[in-house]
């Protein structure tokens, strides 16, 4: 062999050496993220699923095809969705991404694995980043996109993740509604085309659908069996869910903000970070993705997500804007009597100039309404002192109202087009503060901090959110940089709130809006809770907070006994019912207690005390669904099982009343089937105990066959109405 081609043979074998895939696996304790990062190349997905051993994870690696790139980009393969798109300084619209390197850096308690691409051209860069923990089944995703270049690169799509997954017979899990109907589960087989989930509204983004969604790969989803894949976009504001079924082996999955109306312009030097994309695996069902869910949630997302929650009674429906003294005096008094722990005023306390009798002015004028609370704030934490409970107070500190002496000293804080007319919201008068303002920013975080500053034993705001981005527009920012809004409104909400968990980090803080129009986990590592929905009725919370658990574990949704007639549907459930239906949540109660009778007080001091027996289980606990209320079959059951399986909850709710009708035997699950369980019924109302009360069984039995529910309550003639439920309380001997 001559020189010239034993060297050629030499720079081929070197150049294969240097081009070889470079493999890496991401992983949990449960589940593995291959991808092919070999520099100089796109990089590709190769796999996800259950934990690969070493051995599986080389040979898949071998014989996986890398059909898809892991973050396809606009240009070189045009008939493709892609995650990012964007427009240079000189028309091209083209991006071509390589491999430049890698790199893994320690977190406090995270490891993440970046991936570092370079346009082929020009000096345009993305960063992908995963990041993993010890203990829990989620892996975080997202992008970090860099402009090198010497002028303003415009991102007209910006994704914050993709995933290929193999088509069979899948089917997706989401969640939708509107306001007082949130969380509704919808299942359906994913078909040819495309399936978009979005989110438009500015502001509060779960109203109408939610940024999470679950993958069923075999089959219409069960709850404790069969392998899924679950999602959630963790953003604030608008985003969007693409799902595209095309003529290839795989429907590929697409999350991010929603890129309409926002392109991006991305000066030089600049980095755009994407919100989190949070993915999950489980093989044990859609309860199995949900737990995995919760349990990342609470341990590294959610405010004080490992410390329970205090049982509270929230004065809104109870007074609505009927705010005075002595009023919420006695409302204090008796959720104290009913061991209660917390009290929270609602709408209806401040305004001066423009005092806050109804919903169509005096938001941003937070000042005490003397001719109601004549004593201010100061008195009422008196009274809750004196009361041995924790205060709490309801704030809006987004919006504001023409009139209000906020908007007559800063008509420029509005989100408003300049030159055009004003849109106006709830009450004909309400307007949206706009948050990309520094200005607004330091108005938001001075009305928590002047509050809190003066009156630091208040426990715990009610942040509300009432309105939406009705009218494109910023006074704030420039004509040029107009299609900014929506994503500025929510990186200035985000700094807001970061400013003020930094200064007062144990305050407990709820998520409202509207109801449930923020029930995200970009929200929630500010919050400590959200409101599931103004809808308090109990049997369409069995249904709303069903959807929910999907994605957020107990102790975040707030989950409140309210009166009857319900104020929303006007229906009457009884208290027992509305009762078991809020103790599968975070309990609270929305009614005025002077309005009930001593029957239905005791009842709910029971209940209260019931509660807190169970409380880490629920809150803490491990969730089971085990009867779906979507699946009309009459009755819905789940249960909450603590990590050590040595207590647990469980809930069963009749959702329909028929003569002589028969229901499903309800088998539980996550016990340990070697321990052997008491059960003892909570919030008893029948005369004679239920046949297996005090009685014990074995995990093993209790997960085969369950135990016979009676379809009615045993009690006096008087007494005897339509519903029925019943939590039992499961203690291993």
Not at 92 to 121: C, H, S
Not at 306 to 315: A, C, D, G, H, W
Not at 420 to 441: A, E, F, I, S
Request: some cysteine; proline content about 4%.
């Amino acid at each position: 062999m001559n020189r010239k081609k034993l060297t050629t043979l030499v720079l081929s074998c070197l150049s294969a050496l240097v081009l070889q895939a470079e493999n890496i696996s991401i992983t949990t304790p449960r589940t593995s993220l291959v991808v092919d990062a070999t520099k100089g190349k796109d990089l590709k997905f190769v796999y996800y699923g259950a934990r690969l051993s070493a051995n599986d994870a080389k040979t898949v690696t071998e014989v996986e095809d890398r059909y898809y790139s892991a973050y396809p980009a606009y240009g070189f393969n045009c008939a493709a969705e892609p995650c990012l798109a964007v427009r240079h300084a000189d028309g091209d619209m083209t991006l071509q991404l390589e491999v430049t390197g890698t790199e893994q850096r320690q977190e406090k308690r995270a490891t993440v694995q970046v991936v570092k691409m370079k346009d082929k051209k020009l000096p345009f860069y993305v960063n992908i980043c995963y990041r993993t923990y010890n203990d829990v089944d989620v892996i975080e995703t997202w992008a970090e996109i860099t402009n090198g270049e010497k002028k303003t690169v415009t991102l007209t799509r910006f994704d914050s993740g993709f995933l290929p997954i193999r088509r069979g017979n899948v089917w997706v899990s989401h969640l939708y509604g509107s306001w007082a109907n949130e969380g509704r589960l919808s299942e359906e087989p994913l078909e040819p085309g495309m399936l978009v989930i979005e989110n438009k509204d500015g502001v509060r983004n779960s109203h109408t659908s939610h940024g999470e969604i679950m993958f069923s790969l075999d089959g219409k989803g069960r709850e404790n069996e069969g392998d899924v894949i679950g999602a959630a976009i963790c953003y604030t504001g608008n985003y969007k869910l693409r799902i595209n079924t095309h003529d290839d082996e795989c429907h590929q999955f697409f999350a991010g903000i929603n890129e309409e109306a926002s392109e991006y312009h991305l000066k030089r030097g600049e980095t755009f970070v994407t919100p989190v994309l949070a993915l999950t695996y489980s093989r044990e069902g859609k309860s199995g993705v949900s737990r995995n869910f919760h349990r990342w949630g609470r341990n590294y997302q959610l405010a004080h997500g490992n410390e329970v929650r205090k049982i509270l009674l929230n004065s809104w429906e109870g007074v609505y804007f009927d705010i005075n003294e002595e009023g919420m005096d006695q409302m204090m008094a008796d959720i104290a009597s009913m061991g209660g722990e917390l009290f929270v005023m609602d709408d209806g306390w401040f305004g001066e100039k423009y005092p806050r009798k109804t919903d169509n002015s005096s938001l941003g004028d937070w000042k005490v309404d003397k001719a109601k609370l004549p004593n201010g704030i100061g008195g009422l934490l008196s009274d809750a002192k004196k009361h041995g409970i924790k205060f709490g107070i309801w704030l809006e500190p987004e919006m504001t109202n023409n009139p209000s002496e906020l908007y007559e000293q800063h008509p420029d804080w509005v989100v408003k087009v300049p030159g055009r007319d004003l849109l106006y919201g709830r009450g004909g008068t309400q307007l949206v503060l706009d948050m990309g303002n520094p200005k607004v920013q330091d108005f938001v975080f001075n009305t928590i901090d002047e509050l809190m500053t003066k009156y630091p034993e208040i426990y715990y705001i009610k942040w509300d959110a009432n309105m939406n981005i009705s009218n494109h527009g910023s006074q704030y920012l420039s004509a040029d940089d107009q299609s900014h809004l929506l994503v500025e409104y929510h990186r200035g909400l985000v700094k807001t709130l970061q400013r003020i968990r930094a200064k007062y980090p144990d305050l407990i803080i709820q998520d409202c809006a509207s109801g449930g129009g923020r029930a995200n986990w970009g929200y929630l590592p500010y919050f400590d809770e959200f409101w599931v929905s103004d809808n308090t009725d109990a049997l369409q919370r069995v249904y709303m907070q069903w959807g929910t658990s999907h994605f957020f574990p107990a102790i975040t949704m707030a989950s409140h006994i309210s009166a009857a007639p319900n104020h929303q549907t006007f229906r009457t459930v009884p208290l027992k019912y509305r009762v078991d239906v809020a103790m599968s949540g975070r309990l609270g109660m929305e009614i005025q207690p002077k309005n009930m009778t001593d029957e239905e007080k005791a009842l709910c001091k029971q209940a209260i005390a019931d509660y807190k027996t169970i409380r880490p289980i629920v809150q803490l606990g491990n969730i089971y669904r085990l009867l779906s209320p979507y699946d009309g079959l009459g009755v819905a059951s789940l249960m909450y099982v603590d990590d050590a399986k040595q207590k647990a909850a469980f809930y069963w709710w009749k959702t329909e009343h028929f003569c002589n009708q028969h229901l499903p035997r309800v088998k539980m699950s996550g016990l340990d089937p070697e321990k052997t369980y008491r059960v003892k019924e909570l919030n008893r109302i029948d005369n004679k105990p239920l046949k297996f009360e005090g009685k014990t069984f074995t995990g093993a039995y209790l997960m085969a066959n369950g135990l016979d529910i009676p379809y009615n309550h045993s009690v006096d003639y008087h007494k005897q109405n339509d519903y029925s439920s019943r939590v039992l309380y499961l203690e291993a001997e």
